[in-house]
């Protein structure tokens, strides 16, 4: 499985779009992570199963560092 959080992209228009906390990342897992302005590339985006993390308050969006450590948290919690 690849999860990647898509800074370029709305996770709105993806119906199969997840949180972290739906995917299963007990299996071996890849976290892809893009630069703020640029994301991911499109070719790499469609190996990809599309994972959102929900923003409360008035954030639009989070910056890379951020939204990897809680992805990676999530797969720590989920194998322990």
Known sequence: IAITPFFNYDSRRCKKCKTG?????????????GNEANGIS???QKMCQCVKIPILGKAESLNAGVAAAILMYELVRQRS
């Open 21 to 33: 906390a739906e995917v299963c990342m007990k299996k071996p897992t890849i976290i892809i992570v």
């Open 42 to 44: 499109e070719d790499v």
